[in-house]
Every structure is written in structure tokens, then in C-alpha cells.
């Protein structure tokens, strides 16, 4: 659970929905918001400040950490190529061919 609260806040950070110094819920209120344990919401506010995605200020609150934006682009394409890798795996697995890949790679590139 605190990978899928960490992963939709990395995702609203890395998309700029969540910009720099906005000021992110205590863990205690997304806890009771999400209706987890505080120590999910902790664990997953840990993993994102070492990985320098939020930082906390003793007093104050949690907010989205400065980050460069080359850095957040940098980050985006590699979880794409993950993602893309498990897809691709899965499509070769089915004996879809690398010129059929591209047909539906190109028609959905185009759609969305």
C-alpha cells in the first residue's frame, strides 16, 4: 500500500501537478484520508525524501522538494522504459512482431 501511495505522489510531482514548496498533507491526515495505518503513510513519505522527491521541515510540514527539471523529465522516461519493457516482454511472449509493435505503438501514440 505505502508503494502505491508513494508511486501516485511521485507521479503528480514528476507531471507538476504537485510543483516545488507546495505543502503536502501531514501523514497522519493522509492516513485517515486514505483509511491506511500512519505507518504506511510514513513509510511511503520516507522512500520519497531519500529518493529527494519531499522534504520535511521539523514544524512545519512535508513539502515537494526543489528537484531540477531535467532531473523529473530524466525520471519520467526511465519509469516509462520500465513500463515499456514489461509491455514489450509481454507482446513477444504473444508472438506480436516488431513491425505489428509499431502499428499499435503509432495508433495509440496518436490517440492519446
Known amino acids: 500500500?505505502?508503494?502505491?501511495i508513494q508511486g501516485q505522489?511521485?507521479?503528480e510531482i514528476i507531471s507538476l501537478n504537485l510543483k516545488p514548496g507546495d505543502v503536502l498533507p501531514s501523514i497522519r491526515s493522509l492516513a485517515k484520508?486514505?483509511?491506511v495505518s500512519i505507518i504506511t503513510t510514513k513509510r511511503a513519505?520516507?522512500?520519497?525524501?531519500?529518493?529527494g522527491?519531499?522534504?520535511t521541515v521539523a514544524g512545519k510540514g512535508t513539502f515537494v522538494a526543489n528537484q531540477n527539471s531535467e532531473r523529473l523529465k530524466e525520471i519520467a522516461k526511465y519509469e516509462i522504459e520500465c513500463k515499456l519493457e514489461e509491455i514489450i516482454r509481454q507482446?513477444?511472449?504473444v508472438g506480436v512482431s516488431f513491425e505489428e509493435w509499431i502499428e499499435i505503438s503509432k495508433n495509440l501514440f496518436e490517440e492519446v
Not at 45 to 51: A, M
Request: proline residues 0%.
Open 1 to 4: 500500500m505505502y508503494e502505491q
Open 9 to 11: 505522489i511521485k507521479s
Open 33 to 35: 484520508e486514505l483509511k
Open 45 to 51: 513519505y520516507e522512500e520519497l525524501e531519500k529518493e
Open 53 to 55: 522527491f519531499i522534504q
Open 91 to 93: 507482446a513477444k511472449a
